[in-house]
């Protein structure tokens, strides 16, 4: 038996354990959302807005939680359907529209990835070792290749490790910067001084993409609805309640950043939490620091080339792309050839691009799959479903659609051409798969 939903045909099956409570589903989203970006990001936003670093970081909140909303709602109602790509399917049905949503996912992966392969041949690194940095970036690639290719079970079995390794960082550096304050030793008047050559609303919401790029990571709970157990009660929790958490965690940061250190020199740092715990004078050993940041990096960095290649498999499944992107390793039943892809990509961006471009292209890559997401929900309000499930006041999603629009605007020329050229491939691999399958139809015929 077959559910038809927009263009794709489900199949409808007995499904996954649904195994899965508030509260892990709260530690996995959270895991998530306090990623590596915060670790790379807090001396790019302090360039935009001097040490009123906190501001963008709540612009950024909010958006999070009025997308997080829309999540909610459809995660809840469509607890089998996971993604933008899928809602986006059930809501307008066109494949185009459907493809490129789930295309600009794999592509903010992709970039993603190089942005943190960027920042680990930083300041983190050479704290260890002195290297240099594109040599650094590139061997780190591969070797999430590597692992990304011997299999899923393997790059995901030691993510609970990193997130809590990683979250330990956050924690040292709260706790340190504490520290300093308790002691007087800090200056807390920086909080409300901005940027002195940047008017301080174009600072705020410039430096809030970037902040953005910290909450990123939601979207991939979607993934695990149907391992939830009462989802509609559980989904909304966890998901506000993770978003919150993390949203409280780096504000801690941003405060205790800024007292600690001189915005200006937390803007010229490749590694401004490790600059950080220098400057505090606590005593935690740089190289200690180091270690538990690259660790952070190479978790967000080796779970987005996953997430990218998993994408490319499934569109390529969905006759989205072409074939060759479903083609798996034997034995190890990898998708080798939307993996090496997706390597290859990132290599290429790691050494064009930087970290803060980077950072600012995925931003402007997932606002378009939230903006979809967005538009979907209420599009999908007349749907009815025969069970409960969380539902979005109307004014949220149209918010959320407001201010991913206000942020958008915000990005410069040279972001959406790069995102005008991520188009214009998917596009283009589009019909490359279309041409393809129309070929086998009629060879079939």
Known sequence: MTEETGTTTEKTSPGLKRAVGVPLLFAFIVGDTLGAGIYTLVGTMASDVGGAIWLPLLIALVVALLTAATYAELITKYPHAGGAARYADRAFGIPYVSFLVGFLMMASGITTAAALANAFAGDYLTALIDVPAAPAAVVFIILLTLINLRGVKESLAANLIASIIEVTGLVIVIVVCAIVFASGNGEPSRLLEFAPDVPPLQGAFAASIVAFFSFLGFEAAANMAEEVRNPS?????????????????YLLIALGA????????????????????????????????????????????????????????????????????????????????????????????????????????????????????????????????????????????????????????????????????????????????????????????
């Open 233 to 249: 009660k559980a989904y909304p929790r966890a998901l506000f309640g993770a978003i919150c958490t993390a949203g409280v965690v």
């Open 258 to 445: 800024v007292i600690v250190m001189d915005p200006t020199e937390l803007a010229e740092s490749t590694g401004p939490l490790l600059a950080v715990v220098a400057a505090s004078g606590v005593g935690i050993p740089p190289g200690l620091f180091s270690i538990i940041a690259l660790i952070a990096i190479a978790n967000g960095a080796l779970l987005f080339m996953v997430m990218a290649s998993r994408v490319g498999y499934g569109l390529a499944e969905a006759d989205l792309l072409p074939r060759a992107f479903s083609r798996v390793l034997p034995g190890r039943r990898t998708p080798w050839v939307s993996i090496v892809v997706v390597a290859g990509l990132t290599i290429v961006l790691t050494l064009t691009g930087n970290v803060a471009t980077l950072a600012e292209t995925t931003v402007l890559l997932l606002l378009l799959v939230f903006l979809s997401a967005n538009v979907s929900v209420l599009v999908l309000k007349k749907d009815k479903v025969d069970h409960d499930h969380f539902s979005a006041p109307r004014f949220m999603p149209v918010l959320a659609i407001i201010a991913s629009i206000a942020l958008l605007t915000q990005q410069s020329a040279a972001i959406w051409l790069s995102a005008a050229v991520y188009v214009a491939i998917g596009s283009l691999l589009f019909l490359a798969a279309r041409a393809g399958r129309k070929h086998e139809e009629r060879a079939n015929a």
